[in-house]
């Protein structure tokens, strides 16, 4: 099915480990972001990227980096997990930013820092 | 205060009956959208909307942009629309590539 591919579902790792977490698109998006979602809170916009070879930071920048490898591949990276960042971590895509355009939203990844 | 606020937080009804899930918003938007969460599951859009009314099977989102203030109802509820429903806004103008995010109503439904 066409949509958002996030990998891995699941990830334990230990403070200080790195990882990375992938997405990928195959809808032709131009803009695609990753957020996470902790208890008690709404979702929180980490990175964006409006357009192939852009990318911005988010409300809770910190801690992460993202790269925009071509039009359908997202990813964000995590060069020193703290439990601090353990959550759930959504990719999402639009055709653009306007505010014109859905949403869609990838599975998901549980990530657990211990 | 939080730039978007859900009402209720949490909401159980009986099979069959009508509910009503509202969402305000403090800021200038240009869209509104009405989100689903299922339990362990991903996030699944329902509806954009910038004015009016949209339908989709028993799900009806509405909007007045000059309260500030929308609405998802659900009619016949049934016990597979248990899960959580998020109303988020796209912010109108620059910060227009941020979705802000109501924290959410768990609804059950009891067969």
């Known amino acids: 099915n066409a949509g958002v591919t996030q990998t891995p579902k699941f990830q334990v790792l230990k403070t200080g480990q790195s990882m990375t977490l992938q997405c990928a698109q195959d809808m032709n998006h131009n803009s695609m972001y990753w957020y996470r979602q902790d208890p008690g809170m709404g979702l929180r916009l980490i990175y964006y990227s409006a357009s192939e070879g852009t990318t911005d930071k988010g409300e809770v920048p910190n801690g992460y980096n993202v790269s925009r490898l071509n039009k359908r591949e997202f990813s964000l990276r995590l060069e020193s997990a703290a439990p601090s960042q353990t959550s759930v971590y959504f990719c999402?895509?639009?055709?653009?930013?306007?505010?014109?355009?859905?949403?869609?939203f990838g599975s998901g990844t549980r990530l657990t820092v211990v | 205060k939080n730039e978007v606020e859900q009402s209720p937080q949490n909401l159980t009804a009986q099979e069959g009956e009508f509910i009503t899930i509202n969402c305000s918003y403090s800021?200038?938007?240009?869209?509104l959208h009405w989100l689903q969460q299922h339990p362990g599951g991903g996030i699944v859009s329902l509806f954009m909307l910038s004015s009016g009314k949209k339908k989709h099977g028993r799900l009806i989102a509405t909007i007045n942009i000059q309260e500030k203030h929308s609405s998802l109802h659900i009619t016949a509820s049934h016990p597979r629309d248990s899960a959580v429903y998020i109303c988020?806004?796209?912010?109108?103008?620059?910060?227009?590539?941020?979705?802000?995010f109501g924290k959410g109503t768990k609804l059950s439904v009891i067969p």
């Open positions: 800021v200038g938007i240009s869209a």
């Open positions: 999402a895509s639009s055709v653009g930013g306007s505010g014109t355009y859905g949403y869609t």
């Open positions: 988020a806004v796209t912010h109108s103008g620059a910060g227009s590539y941020q979705l802000t």
